[in-house]
């Protein structure tokens, strides 16, 4: 029997792949939001920082490292940005507000999987947007994502991570080495069959990474090579889906692969699913759904949640001759994170191999694997 | 095998031949039982209660972060979480009640996702909907209310109720309940839960919170540097037990002090066990004999009428489960609303059957019981088996018996003013209440030698009155002492403990109305709206002071007190106008006069209340050392007065004082007095409490004197409810046993009374000699018990109540009361002896014919 986690429940993470267009089909509770309803515009560094209005929004770090031993470490850094209640709402705020009194929660995820020790280790904070507690705030031309003890500092030349949890952290420095990619038209990334469930989604999709990880008490100096998302909307996920796959992919060819499968409750996957393809001089192809063939190869069940992963895949994207197949080194990169978003989630490292242009490449990335456990739409 | 077959044929079959007398025994035992376990376990509901809530506030902290006397700062929780292996979460508490009245109810502000490290709560009823934690951070002014609270209230979800607070009155939307768990038990779900902010709005109070909870990574590793640093040193770091164990310990002591009060009732009780036993191996001394000469030994003889003992005591304690169970339900609110008056404030909802509770009251009852049937069986082992033969039963008590009997009660009362001396342990009178229980014993065991001494000189003086039935009433006294003597001793431990009691009551009454004429003088009282329900008085409003500073008709002693702890023990600072306070009222000196008010105007010294002293140790001449909002305060103590403040005791220093080495005080509240004294102050209060509610509306608690000194002297009455239910079963345990004791003296007498009548002795001759018997044995248990009830007093006065509580009060004894109560115990004894009056007379002469022919 599956077990239901309900600790906190579900409502960020089930509103990160959708978007909005126009009103009267997302629901009551998301009037009052500001919504995505075309292209956005990316300007840096001021799109780095928050968009409050918008209900959502997150900063997504994922990267496979290694240290001059030859030790291997995937890692996952995530801000989350929750708006309570509309932007209105404020004018019911006492005359004089408490300066705890915030619309905005904060969530951060943090994991560390030690691909050669086969362990994953997860962290997980979650505060209110006041006090100096978390936020979002510009440092001249950066913009300082925080939580706690963990933030990031997007500068104008590398974005710095600092992460410290019990059992491990992170102290990384990721320099672009390509611009930031807008998904879909101009960062609109569509999530849905309605046109207002879209989000605005850009990535920096290649990062050279150096620093450091600790893991129980012991630091190691690691390089390689880290992703970031950043997105924003308000739209709930469309009746129907109850999850996603996705996959951020960086293969030796110098191309990367963004791609995501909108998994129906009823099976198979939504039509809004999509994809970016980054070329080595950085130029972008958009990856419909016509052209994504997908098969899981391997399922693994979690033995802590119940839940079924599919973790080995062949990916095939029709027209670029794109053939990968996607395996995990490690089974077990469960996410359970009962302390903030009651979601569990899986969410970790990944190889890829297989042939591109007919020459064969190999790859690394990481995979997000959600509604296995539990429909996605679920709210606290 | 054989012991207990003897016992059911030797003892039981006398039980069931006297099945009243057993059962008046029974009934005194199971009453005394009773009272000492009700009371306990009231108590226990209340420790239980208290501990609970503490527990439930206190969550999963290691430290707690507190200033001393103020409020922490709210941006150190940020700097806190900042610090790896640190845990940090704000808490804020404030009572507060609906507006327009009723009770008032806890409200805490946390924040729900810093907090939940801390302490757990849960949503009652089904689930679904936006989570409730996040309900209440994002709606301002939204609470949960606990299940208690709702439900007295009547609050339903979704429900707006107005809530009160200095601040003014504010509307909340209730947005669900909390289930009974965790926070949720906090003061037995008479609570309400709200985000921090809606609680900082609602009390205005900003960028401060009353204390951070700390979960430390390595809690044995002690406070990380970099945590004693961001905190530095103006702020109180410390374990979240130290309120908790304060609490717990006061009320243990109140405890142990019900306790001993109860026990006397079973005390008492151990008085009709002794007589019983006694009577009965006194009445079969020939049996005994028999026994003895068959082969029983003495050690044989010596249990069984110990097992008799044991026997009452196991069946009063299995009656007095039931009679238990109905007294603990009206005693339960008593005791909790004493305790929540004098040291900790408590909501108790349940009752928790604790087995070691029930196994020490079983222990108690039967121990006891089997004590008072010592001495008895004892006399019975040493029968001889010669005494068969004997055709004439040996005196009841010889002379050197009662001469022996007398020393040792001599030789306990002596023991008396030593233990008297020794001081408390833990804050229990230990060695006081033993000087208590040698005084009653003392008594006791000098009852025979008086009833003796009384029955040699009323016999001969009763003849010269030729008053026969009196005459022939002192003539038995005199040759029956040792069974009248435990009914004396009863009614000695009863009215000792009354007569102590009316002295101790009447003594603290009077000094506390003293106390309140000299000390709590003023026209009219005025601090902020919740400030004597919270003990924090936050700053009067400016303008009100401004305001009042303009009147030209009124005088003010303005103070601000402060709720401080000293060396674990909870204390009020109160910082006052001394120049201003001397033209209107005085202190109630134990040390120290009035000269002693320009120094300590002036900065120079403060006062301790008795109270605080006695806790402290400190005393004149030493320095009294206090932290308060990061300063360090040093004051030498000039002198001690009465104050009969609860929840600790009190230091008094000069405000203007207090204002310059803090850097800025304001007053917390406000004393006025109308200089005019020929208006009607009665009518002048009345008008200026008016105007301060149109200009300041409800921000502002005000009580004129008049009604707050009544209050004082309500609660003081009150606390003395419980102590007044103990004295009542005592004496009616006293009165059970005068009645055993008489009906005994008439059973054991059949004959001789029927002689008597068959002499010619009316009806009313023979009721009017058991009448002046009674008489006798109520006047003896009088005298001695008046005279042990002084004795008591002063215990109670100078040893438990100053060991217990810390005060001590102006000895006076009211004796009106006690002339009018003292002939009401005595009419109250002597109706305690009808029943053997109407038994006396009830058998015909024809039985005496054949109780001779038997």
């Known amino acids: ?380 | 095998m054989f012991f207990f077959r003897l016992f059911v044929w030797f003892n039981l079959r006398q039980v069931q031949r006297h099945p009243w007398r057993a059962l008046a025994v029974v009934l005194g035992i199971a009453l005394g039982a009773a009272v000492f376990t009700s009371v306990r376990i009231a108590v226990d509901a209340s420790l239980d209660a208290f501990t609970r809530s503490m527990d439930a506030i206190s969550g999963r902290a290691d430290q707690v972060v507190t200033q001393p006397g103020g409020r922490v700062p709210e941006d150190l929780v940020a700097r806190l979480r900042a610090i790896p292996g640190v845990v940090a979460a704000p808490v804020m508490t404030t009572y507060t009640r609906q507006a327009g009245g009723g009770r008032s109810f806890l409200l805490v502000g946390i924040d729900p996702l810093m907090d939940r490290a801390m302490r757990s709560w849960e949503k009652a009823g089904p689930a679904g909907g936006e989570a409730a934690w996040l309900q209440i951070m994002a709606e301002p002014f939204t609470l949960l209310a606990g299940e208690a609270l709702a439900r007295e209230a009547g609050w339903d979800s979704g429900g707006q109720v107005i809530l009160t607070h200095r601040s003014g009155d504010t509307p909340f939307t209730v947005v669900g309940r909390i289930s009974t768990e965790g926070l949720g038990a906090l003061a037995n779900g008479r609570m309400a839960l709200c985000d921090i902010a809606t609680f900082q709005e609602f009390t205005g109070t900003f960028d401060r919170v009353d204390r951070i909870d700390l979960q430390l990574a390595a809690p044995d590793a002690g406070l990380p540097a970099e945590a004693a640093a961001a905190i530095g040193p103006n702020l109180k770091v410390g374990p979240p037990g130290s309120v908790k164990a304060s609490g717990e310990d006061m009320i243990r002591a109140y405890q142990v002090n019900l306790s001993f009060l109860s026990f006397t009732s079973l005390f008492v009780g151990m008085f009709l066990v002794y007589s019983l036993v006694a009577m009965n191996a006194a009445a079969r001394r020939r049996e005994l004999a028999i026994l003895r000469a068959v082969g029983a030994s003495p050690r044989s003889v010596y249990w069984l009428f110990v097992g008799e003992g044991a026997l009452y005591g196991l069946a009063g304690w299995a009656l007095a489960m039931p009679l238990g169970s109905l007294l603990v339900r009206h005693l339960l609110d008593g005791v909790s609303a004493t305790i929540s008056t004098l040291f900790v404030r408590v909501h108790v909802d349940r009752l928790t059957l604790d087995f070691w509770e029930i196994l020490l009251s079983l222990a108690m009852t039967v121990i006891v019981a089997m004590l008072a049937a010592l001495q008895p069986a004892q006399a019975a082992g040493r029968v001889p088996p010669r005494e068969v033969m004997m055709a004439v039963r040996r005196s009841e008590a010889s002379r050197p018996t009662v001469r022996r009997l007398a020393l040792t009660g001599l030789a306990g009362l002596l023991l008396v003013w030593p233990l008297a001396q020794l001081p408390a342990v833990r804050g229990v009178p230990l060695a006081g209440y033993l000087a208590c229980l040698l005084l009653f014993a003392g008594f006791a065991l000098l009852a025979p030698w008086m009833l003796r001494q009384a029955g040699r000189h009323l016999h001969p003086l009763t003849r010269y009155r030729s008053r026969g039935p009196a005459h022939l009433a002192a003539g038995y006294l005199r040759d029956s002492l040792a069974r009248i003597a435990i009914a004396v001793g009863a009614l000695i431990t009863a009215v000792a403990l009354f007569t102590a009691l009316v002295i101790m009551v009447r003594s603290f009454r009077h000094t506390v109305e003293l106390w309140v004429e000299q000390t709590i003088s003023g026209d009219l009282f005025v601090t902020t709206r919740m400030a004597e329900t919270n003990r924090v008085w936050e700053p009067l409003p400016p303008l009100l002071v401004d305001d009042l500073g303009q009147r030209e008709d009124i005088d003010m002693v303005p103070n601000r007190r402060f709720s401080l702890f000293h060396e674990g023990h909870a204390f009020q600072l109160e910082a006052m106008d001394f120049e201003a306070f001397r033209v209107h009222g005085r202190f109630f000196w134990l040390q120290g006069g009035d000269h002693l008010m320009p120094p300590l105007a002036r900065g120079e010294g403060v006062l301790l209340s008795e109270v605080f002293a006695r806790r402290s140790g400190l005393g004149v001449g030493d320095t009294f050392h206090i932290r308060l909002r990061g300063h360090d305060l040093a004051w030498p103590v000039l002198g001690l007065v009465r104050d009969y403040r609860t929840h600790g005791g009190v230091v008094f220093c000069s405000l203007a004082d207090l204002d310059r080495r803090l850097g800025g005080l304001a007053w917390g509240g406000v004393r006025i007095f109308f200089t005019d004294r020929s208006r009607d102050i009665e009518a002048a209060t009345a008008r200026l409490q008016d105007e301060l509610v149109l200009r300041f509306g409800e921000r502002l608690t005000m009580m004129p004197g008049s009604a707050l000194r009544s209050a004082v002297l309500k609660i003081f009455d009150e606390t003395f409810a419980i102590t007044t239910v103990l004295l009542l079963i005592a004496l009616l345990v006293a009165a059970l046993g005068i009645t055993t004791i008489l009906t005994v003296r008439v059973l054991e007498r059949t004959a001789e009374l029927n002689t008597i009548s068959a002499l010619g002795g009316s009806r009313g001759q023979i009721r009017a000699m058991i009448l002046w018997e009674a008489f006798f044995i109520v006047a003896v248990g009088e005298i001695l018990g008046v005279l042990c009830g002084f004795g008591l007093s002063y215990l109670l006065v100078y040893v438990i109540n100053r060991q217990s509580f810390g005060w001590t009060f102006l000895y006076g004894v009211d004796w009106a009361a006690l002339a009018v109560s003292l002939p009401l115990i005595v009419a109250a004894a002597l109706a305690a002896a009808m029943p053997a009056m109407r038994l006396a007379v009830r058998t015909s002469p024809a039985a005496l014919l054949r109780a001779f022919g038997r």
């Open chain 1, 1 to 380: 029997m599956k077990r239901c986690r309900r600790i906190g429940g579900l409502w960020v993470l089930g509103l990160i792949f959708v978007a909005a267009a126009a009103g009267g089909v997302l629901g009551d509770d998301t009037a009052g939001y500001r919504r995505v309803t075309g292209p956005c515009h990316f300007e840096f560094p001021r799109d780095h920082g928050a968009h409050p209005g918008f209900r959502t929004e997150w900063w997504y770090y994922t990267g496979n490292l290694e240290a001059p031993d030859g030790a291997r470490f995937g890692f996952q850094l995530t801000f989350f940005r929750r708006q309570l209640r509309p932007s209105s709402a404020r004018a019911d705020w006492p005359r004089r507000p408490s300066a705890w009194r915030t619309n905005q929660l904060f969530l951060a995820h943090a994991a560390l999987t030690d691909i050669d020790g086969n362990r994953h280790y997860a962290a997980e904070e979650m505060s209110r947007g006041a006090l100096g507690l978390a936020g979002v705030e510009r440092q001249g031309d950066a913009v300082r994502v925080y939580l706690g003890q963990w933030d990031t500092v997007i500068g104008p030349t590398a974005h710095v991570l600092h992460m410290a949890g019990e059992d491990f952290g992170f102290d990384l420095r990721l320099a672009p080495v390509k611009a930031a990619v807008a998904h879909g038209d101009g960062g609109y990334s569509r999530k849905g069959t309605d046109p207002e469930r879209a989000s605005c989604y850009y990535s920096f999709t290649r990062l050279k990474t150096d620093g450091s990880v600790r893991l129980h008490g012991r630091r190691l100096a690691v390089s390689g090579t880290s992703w970031m998302d950043h997105e924003y909307s308000t739209a709930p996920l469309e009746p129907g889906i109850r999850g996603w796959s996705w996959f951020s992919l960086q293969l030796d060819n110098g191309t990367e692969l963004m791609l995501f499968l909108l998994n129906m409750e009823a099976g198979g996957y939504h039509p809004a699913s999509s994809g970016t393809l980054v070329a080595a001089d950085g130029k972008t192809t958009a990856v419909a759904f016509e052209s994504i063939r997908a098969e899981v190869l391997r399922r693994w069940t979690s033995p802590s949640s119940d839940a079924e992963y599919p973790l080995a895949w062949r990916l095939q994207l029709e027209g670029t001759d794109l053939d990968l197949t996607i395996r995990t080194p490690v089974d077990d990169q469960e996410m359970e994170t009962g302390m903030t978003t009651g979601v569990t989630y899986w969410e970790g490292s990944i190889t890829a191999d297989g042939s591109s242009g007919g020459q064969p490449v190999k790859g690394r990335g990481y995979m997000e694997l959600t509604g296995s456990n539990q429909a996605m739409d679920e709210r606290l």
